[in-house]
């Protein structure tokens, strides 16, 4: 008896598929266009081919002992230490495996924080068992630097065995140097601090690590891949040198060190920059005659992708930062819940948050394969360019006479300012995507709860003694954000909000694409779209805008239409009381004349869509 399929060919009957077979079909699409086209660019300028051929002879990156989970940690900030101490536990008993204890003025508090008192430290960890494999980070800044030693306290005054504990003590001074802009202190009279802690807590039995190397400083304040790395290193090589210093032999002070860094939702830059990362410091190890040993890495999902506008977007992100982060070997990951950019998270914001992780861990089972990632050809050539260009930035870094001296010279601020400017044109020109905040805005959108606390009032930080640029965290859909406020200000003064009318005009099939186009861009600044049916008479046209009760119109077409009718319908439209018309469309030929009829302004894709709704509110806010 034969079989339906007898006849079909085998694998090995299909011809070998080439990369000039490729390239063919290819050109076949891009009908004329440049290959360059397909070929994408980092804020580095690190080039991101459409194709690559697969990496032989590549070792995995090793990370995580083999099939060994990421600790799921869990942020705790509420200011009430009692508070914080029940989400604590309620967190500890549904799934997450450490707790990430945030202080009022670390780096990465954003808002709110614990109180760094021994008497707020007791409370939080009460019922908490250290000694039976949770882990502990702390997140520290110079108002909060205390934290460190109640915490250690704390477990002295329990009978816990230092040794059986899993702390990460999180003293970074540097870091808080790049978020404040200033210190009190020259690094050479911060060195006996920090390694002073480093010293002290190591001899009461704490295993580590001690010092952390903060990465994320760089990347919150819109920095690139290639500078957080090098941040993270100099800060890193900055610890390292202070504590060998201070007497700690090298074997010993390798364990004291570790990093942290933020996964955002590009996968595969998250992923490289994760295995750059240690193989950047094996090199440093390497270098200093020991035998490298895997860096310990912390990852946060990144608080600049987070946007207040359709919080529920920022679930998407986490869990592409998280899945991106665990499967380049981050040894611990805090997510960072999805109304953390409107308030103190509540119960289910924590709860999705902590689901994420188990999620991916438990029914994923992203932890079962090492370093999935090593040869596959994109994400070992991007992981060996950011390598380069991270080690020539340190290098720089180090010219200038390490990561405190970098800072007083600016050389990380101008670049991460340079970075940050290129970002702010792509998001305003809407290249680069913030779903519900620069694309598909949802102006009906219901209001997200938040806890309601009053955060802790800490006094001024020190003397400001030596000052440079700060490098504070910002997010990138802040400046959409500030527009949707001004239309939210406008609903909540004169019951609504401002209206555009979109002006279509011919036929669905002419209109239907930049009519859609138009509205998600208004929306986007909070300006409701009005939308209409197609027109050919102007007369009706201006009747149909008057009945909208908008302020503004945008006309909607293609080409052809427009070289028809628009003047005649910018100007019956301008006729009936319109302050402000746009086209939606490039400007043409026939710029001068449609200006002169009336119309404002051109809206397109790849235009500054945030210069255009900026002014928009300007000349409407004008008498």
Same mark, same amino acid.
């Given at each position: 008896?034969?079989?339906?399929?007898?006849?079909?060919?085998?694998?090995?009957?299909?011809?070998?598929?080439?990369?000039?077979?490729?390239?063919?079909?290819v050109d076949g699409v891009l009908k004329g266009?440049?290959?360059? =086209?397909?070929?994408?660019?980092?804020?580095? $300028?690190?080039?991101?081919?459409?194709?690559?051929?697969?990496?032989?002879?590549?070792?995995?990156?090793?990370?995580?002992?083999?099939?060994?989970?990421?600790?799921?940690?869990?942020?705790?900030? +509420?200011?009430?230490?009692?508070?914080?101490?029940?989400?604590?536990?309620?967190?500890?008993?549904?799934?997450?495996? $450490?707790?990430?204890?945030?202080?009022?003025?670390?780096? %990465?508090?954003?808002?709110?924080?614990?109180?760094?008192?021994?008497?707020?430290?007791?409370?939080?960890?009460?019922?908490? +068992?250290?000694?039976?494999?949770?882990?502990?980070?702390?997140?520290?800044?110079?108002?909060?630097?205390?934290?460190?030693? +109640?915490?250690?306290?704390?477990?002295?005054? =329990?009978?816990?065995?230092? *040794?059986?504990?899993?702390?990460?003590?999180?003293?970074?001074?540097?870091?808080?140097?790049?978020?404040? *802009? +200033?210190?009190?202190?020259?690094?050479?009279?911060?060195?006996?601090?920090?390694?002073?802690?480093?010293?002290?807590?190591?001899?009461?039995?704490?295993?580590?690590?001690?010092?952390?190397?903060?990465?994320?400083?760089?990347?919150?304040? $819109?920095?690139?891949?290639?500078?957080?790395?090098?941040?993270?290193?100099?800060?890193?090589?900055?610890?390292?040198?202070?504590?060998?210093?201070?007497?700690?032999?090298?074997?010993?002070?390798?364990?004291?060190?570790?990093? &942290?860094?933020?996964?955002?939702?590009?996968?595969?830059?998250?992923?490289?920059?994760?295995?750059?990362?240690?193989?950047?410091?094996?090199?440093?190890?390497?270098?200093?005659?020991?035998?490298?040993?895997?860096?310990? #890495?912390?990852?946060?999902?990144?608080?600049?992708?987070? @946007?207040?506008?359709?919080?529920?977007?920022?679930?998407?992100?986490?869990?592409?930062?998280?899945? /991106?982060?665990?499967?380049?070997?981050?040894?611990?990951?805090?997510?960072?819940?999805?109304?953390?950019?409107?308030?103190?998270?509540?119960?289910?914001?924590?709860?999705?948050? &902590?689901?994420?992780?188990?999620?991916?861990?438990?029914?994923?089972?992203?932890?079962?394969?090492?370093?999935?990632?090593?040869?596959?050809?994109?994400?070992?050539?991007?992981?060996?360019?950011?390598?380069?260009?991270?080690?020539?930035?340190?290098?720089?870094?180090?010219?200038?006479?390490?990561?405190?001296?970098?800072?007083?010279?600016?050389?990380?601020?101008?670049?991460?300012?340079?970075?940050?400017? !290129?970002?702010?044109?792509?998001?305003?020109?809407?290249?680069?995507?913030?779903?519900?905040?620069?694309?598909?805005?949802?102006?009906?959108?219901?209001?997200?709860?938040?806890? =309601?606390?009053?955060?802790?009032?800490?006094?001024?930080?020190?003397?400001?003694?030596?000052?440079?640029?700060?490098?504070?965290?910002?997010?990138?859909?802040?400046?959409?954000? !500030?527009?949707?406020?001004?239309?939210?200000?406008?609903?909540?003064?004169?019951?609504?909000?401002?209206?555009?009318?979109?002006?279509?005009?011919? @036929?669905?099939?002419?209109?239907?694409?930049?009519?859609?186009?138009?509205?998600?861009?208004?929306?986007?600044?909070? #300006?409701?779209?009005?939308?209409?049916?197609?027109?050919?008479?102007?007369?009706?046209?201006? %009747?149909?805008?008057?009945?909208?009760?908008?302020?503004?119109?945008?006309?909607?077409?293609?080409?052809?239409?427009?070289?028809?009718? %628009?003047?005649?319908?910018?100007?019956?439209?301008?006729?009936?009381?319109?302050?402000?018309?746009?086209?939606a469309g490039r400007p043409t030929d026939a710029? /001068?004349?449609?200006?002169?009829?009336?119309?404002?302004?051109?809206?397109? !894709?790849?235009?500054?869509?945030?210069?255009?709704?900026q002014d928009t509110y300007r000349r409407m806010?004008?008498?």
């Open positions: 008896m034969t079989s339906a399929t007898d006849d079909l060919p085998l694998a090995a009957d299909f011809p070998k598929a080439t990369v000039e077979d490729w390239r063919k079909l266009a440049p290959f360059e =086209k397909l070929v994408g660019k980092t804020y580095d $300028g690190i080039k991101i081919d459409p194709l690559y051929p697969r990496a032989k002879g590549i070792a995995p990156v090793v990370g995580r002992p083999a099939s060994a989970p990421w600790q799921i940690m869990q942020r705790i900030d +509420h200011p009430d230490a009692s508070a914080a101490n029940a989400q604590a536990l309620t967190d500890l008993e549904n799934g997450a495996t $450490g707790l990430a204890l945030v202080f009022a003025g670390g780096n %990465a508090a954003h808002g709110f924080g614990l109180e760094a008192t021994a008497d707020a430290v007791a409370k939080i960890l009460k019922d908490v +068992h250290l000694d039976a494999g949770i882990g502990l980070e702390l997140e520290i800044g110079p108002q909060s630097r205390m934290a460190a030693i +109640h915490v250690a306290e704390y477990v002295k005054s =329990k009978g816990i065995d230092p *040794g059986a504990c899993d702390i990460r003590f999180g003293l970074d001074p540097l870091a808080a140097c790049a978020v404040w *802009g +200033h210190s009190p202190y020259t690094w050479d009279e911060i060195v006996p601090a920090i390694t002073g802690g480093v010293k002290g807590l190591a001899a009461l039995g704490f295993k580590g690590p001690f010092a952390s190397a903060d990465g994320r400083v760089i990347h919150d304040a $819109g920095g690139s891949e290639v500078q957080e790395l090098a941040f993270a290193l100099a800060c890193g090589v900055a610890y390292f040198r202070a504590i060998e210093g201070a007497g700690v032999p090298l074997e010993q002070a390798q364990g004291m060190v570790y990093a &942290r860094l933020a996964a955002d939702a590009d996968q595969f830059l998250t992923m490289a920059k994760f295995r750059a990362l240690r193989l950047l410091w094996a090199r440093i190890e390497t270098a200093c005659g020991l035998t490298p040993k895997p860096l310990y #890495i912390a990852a946060d999902t990144a608080w600049r992708m987070l @946007t207040q506008r359709d919080p529920y977007v920022n679930m998407l992100r986490a869990t592409m930062a998280t899945f /991106a982060a665990g499967l380049a070997g981050a040894n611990a990951v805090t997510v960072l819940p999805h109304t953390l950019a409107l308030g103190l998270p509540d119960p289910f914001a924590r709860r999705v948050a &902590r689901n994420t992780q188990l999620v991916l861990l438990e029914e994923s089972n992203l932890a079962k394969v090492s370093d999935p990632a090593a040869g596959a050809g994109g994400i070992e050539t991007l992981t060996g360019q950011l390598c380069d260009a991270a080690w020539a930035l340190f290098q720089e870094s180090e010219r200038a006479g390490g990561a405190f001296a970098a800072l007083q010279q600016g050389l990380f601020q101008s670049k991460v300012a340079a970075a940050r400017k !290129a970002r702010d044109a792509n998001i305003a020109r809407r290249r680069d995507v913030l779903t519900g905040a620069s694309e598909f805005p949802n102006l009906h959108e219901n209001e997200t709860t938040v806890l =309601k606390a009053t955060p802790i009032a800490l006094a001024p930080y020190g003397e400001q003694k030596y000052k440079f640029d700060a490098l504070p965290p910002i997010r990138l859909a802040e400046p959409f954000e !500030a527009l949707r406020d001004k239309s939210d200000a406008a609903l909540k003064a004169h019951g609504a909000r401002p209206k555009v009318f979109l002006a279509n005009l011919g @036929t669905p099939a002419d209109f239907t694409a930049r009519a859609t186009f138009a509205k998600s861009l208004f929306e986007t600044g909070g #300006i409701q779209a009005v939308d209409s049916q197609g027109f050919a008479d102007p007369a009706q046209l201006a %009747a149909a805008f008057k009945a909208s009760g908008a302020g503004l119109a945008c006309l909607c077409s293609s080409d052809k239409v427009y070289a028809e009718h %628009a003047e005649a319908a910018a100007q019956a439209l301008q006729t009936a009381g319109a302050r402000l018309i746009y086209l710029e /001068a004349a449609l200006r002169a009829a009336g119309v404002t302004g051109f809206v397109f !894709a790849g235009g500054d869509a945030l210069a255009t709704l806010e004008q008498p």
